[in-house]
């Protein structure tokens, strides 16, 4: 106890400054957990999570509603979509970013691939809009000039998940280049040397060096989002198709599912039913991947 008071007392402005964010955590990560329970119960706002127990009845209601495996689906399939790509994508940029020598450029490409991180998902869905309006968006209107037939993109629900994946990607790839060219930085310099002596080029050695010592931190990043699959970027895909329903075959996840069942029906225990079935499947899955990768390859587990 002693060494702990000693330990605050030390860095006491270092634990200062988490403190908001350790608190908030707390708020909104722990102190809600009880909440939980609500998933079976009818619940009341006058009893709160004392009200009358259901049982798995909000759950049935998920289960028998012809929306559930849609919401599902679409829900695994644009995180699929992501962690493939989005890994893939990462990676190269981080490579390509790592062979840069001119400090100058250097400078503006990174400000420049992680200004999109910044910018707000409905400060996105404008760009998007400017780009894909049927009468006014910039491919339109190359297509117009060239004599060809428009494309209805807000009308047919085909093009967008490759539009959300892609648009998630341009946003967040920067950010995420980050922590690979930090683990690039630590690289012991001494092995490109003595593969240069051995006469190995420029694309041998991030094949043979870089690749492979990247690949703990890929496999951890990896897991974190597999625990993540079943969470779907409300704030995402809300602020690009907002209530379209005519797109929800293709882009309806798990989240806007939840929000607008919880808007409909003003009931609290049915959201959270789903929330519930959300959460669950996502621990299993991080648990399942973490025990695969403790099997096949050691070095990349998260515990």
């Known amino acids: 106890m002693k060494e702990i008071f000693k330990e605050l007392k030390k860095n006491r402005w270092n634990y200062l400054f988490v403190l908001p964010a350790g608190i908030y955590t707390f708020i909104y990560g722990y102190a809600t957990l009880p909440y939980m329970i609500i998933a079976f119960e009818n619940f009341n706002y006058k009893k709160g999570i004392f009200s009358d127990w259901v049982g798995f009845e909000n759950l049935k209601f998920f289960f028998g509603s012809t929306r559930v495996w849609e919401v599902t689906r679409n829900t695994i399939l644009l995180n699929l979509y992501y962690i493939v790509f989005g890994t893939i994508i990462t990676i190269a940029l981080s490579l390509l970013i790592n062979e840069l020598k001119n400090k100058y450029f250097l400078k503006v490409a990174q400000s420049t691939l992680l200004f999109p991180y910044f910018i707000s998902w409905v400060v996105v869905s404008y760009i998007i809009f400017a780009l894909l309006s049927t009468d006014y968006g910039w491919v339109n209107s190359v297509r117009a000039s060239l004599n060809m037939e428009k494309i209805q993109f807000y009308s047919d629900p085909k093009y967008w998940r490759t539009i959300i994946v892609s648009a998630r990607i341009w946003k967040t790839a920067g950010y995420s280049s980050i ?4 683990v690039i930085a630590g690289i012991d310099k001494n092995l490109y040397e003595a593969a240069a002596i051995d006469g190995a080029n420029r694309w041998q050695s991030i094949w043979r060096i870089t690749i492979p010592l990247l690949m703990p931190t890929v496999c951890i990043l990896l897991l974190m989002e ?40 003003g009931n609290p225990s049915m959201s959270m039913a789903v929330g519930l079935y959300q959460s669950l499947v996502g621990f299993i899955l991080v648990f399942t991947s973490n025990w695969i990768v403790r099997k096949k390859y050691p070095d990349g587990a998260l515990f």
């Open 179 to 182: 922590i690979y060219l930090s």
């Open 226 to 265: 597999i625990g993540k699959m079943f969470y779907g970027d409300f704030g995402m895909v809300y602020a690009l198709i907002k209530d379209a329903g005519h797109l929800y075959p293709a882009v309806d996840v798990i989240d806007t599912y939840a929000f607008r069942l919880l808007r409909t029906t």
